[in-house]
């Protein structure tokens, strides 16, 4: 068994190690890792790993932590009723050669971890879906699976919560660090809805890449937010730069109509703003949390369906232009993460990771 293992008070600090092969007991199955995508929605999990418990996910010794990572895996070995060896699946993994998981409710679709260290934690990450029969998965679109499947499920919660609140008839959308996949994927959907303005806020650096994107109405860089109009607008967070917040709501003030902190690329930014904001106070979206809502209103297959049919249109667009970097081994996870902590990695290129 082999672990990328992450020292939780410093994410810098990172090491790879060795154990002995995992054991199952009856009904469990051990899963081979097999490939996984890695992008700061994945650094996220690690800033957030105490305070949203995603280091409780796949334990690891004390201070340390697996970083979870979206990807496919095989079963190698089962003794769980109705999980059969050289089943591929796709779902949230460790860094890490190894699973072993205790599936429940097991049919040809795959199965949900039932392992009772999960049973606290949100139920949309336990779900190991079986590739043949799924509806998002194409064997030649593996890559973009796993860098953009669970991004491009939130963007669509967020297309449609903005929607459904009127929010898109109230001024132009905001979004910040419009060049991560989160935001394209989100900016993407919002598109293609009737007489929506989208306005990337991004890294100078960045401004060029967004604009030919071609899917937000304007680009503005961070630090040029006071060159926009003053008028209603709402504000989709993805960088949670304290300091771009708060140049946000400073300059929209009571005319911001809804702020939504979705992400924290700028993990290092300022912690300006923390306190007390003009305008209205920012509301955390937690997409699983919306999931449970989409599920209830359209039941859980209804909500596949709906982002299965949106997601293949956007898997063209995006496989036109981004190039997965892809990886091999332990040594090439540890630079691939290190590269995504830093922010090193070109927005037109993501990276792919696959184990031995
Ligand atoms: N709330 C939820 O339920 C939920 C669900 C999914 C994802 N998210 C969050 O959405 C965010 C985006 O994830 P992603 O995987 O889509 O990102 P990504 O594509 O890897 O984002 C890359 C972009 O993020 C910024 N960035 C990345 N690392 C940086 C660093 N170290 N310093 C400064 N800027 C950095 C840069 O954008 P700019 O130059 O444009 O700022 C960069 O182009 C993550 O924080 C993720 O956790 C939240």
């Known amino acids: 068994m082999t672990d990328f293992l992450v020292k939780r008070d410093d994410l810098r600090e990172c090491r790879v190690s060795e ?69 591929r699946l796709y779902g949230y993994l460790p860094s890490s050669s190894h699973l072993v998981v205790t599936p429940t409710g097991a049919d040809e679709s795959g199965f949900v971890d039932g392992s009772p260290h999960r049973e606290a934690l949100p139920s949309a990450y336990h779900r190991y879906l079986a590739t043949a029969g799924d509806r998002f998965y194409s064997a030649d679109t593996e890559a973009m699976q796993m860098l953009l499947r669970p991004l491009f499920f939130t963007s669509f919660l967020i297309d449609d919560q903005i929607a459904d609140e009127g929010l898109t008839e109230r001024g132009p959308i905001l979004v910040s660090s419009a060049s991560s996949k989160t935001a394209i994927a989100a900016a993407f959907l919002l598109a293609q809805r009737e007489e929506v303005e989208l306005v990337g806020l991004t890294s100078p650096r960045n401004v060029e890449f967004v604009e030919g ?114 990886g091999e081994g332990f040594e090439a996870v540890r630079d691939a993460y290190l590269d995504v902590l830093e922010g090193r990695v070109d927005p037109r290129r993501a990276h792919v990771l696959a184990l031995p």
């Open 19 to 87: 154990s002995g092969a995992p054991e199952i007991g009856a009904g469990q199955a051990l899963l081979r890792v097999d490939t996984f995508g890695l992008t700061a929605n994945n650094v996220t999990y690690a800033v957030f790993g105490e305070a949203m418990s995603y280091w409780d996910f796949f334990p690891a010794d004390d201070g340390w932590g697996r970083v979870p990572m979206w990807g496919f895996a095989e079963v190698e070995r089962s003794e769980a009723e109705g999980v059969k060896p050289g089943t």
């Open 213 to 326: 994107l071609g899917i937000y109405d304007r680009t503005v860089a961070y630090d040029a937010i006071e060159s926009l109009d003053r008028g209603p607008a709402t504000f989709v967070d993805i960088a949670g730069d304290g300091a771009v917040r708060l140049a946000v709501h400073e300059h929209y003030g009571d005319r911001l109509v809804h702020s939504m902190a979705v992400g924290f690329t700028h993990w290092e930014g300022s912690r300006a703003g923390s306190g007390d904001l003009p305008g209205p106070a920012p509301t955390f979206f937690f997409a699983p949390d919306r999931v449970v809502k989409r599920s209830k209103d359209w039941g859980r297959a209804g909500l596949e369906s709906r982002v299965a049919d949106a997601w293949h249109p956007f898997c063209e667009w995006v496989t036109g232009w981004l190039e997965p970097i892809p």
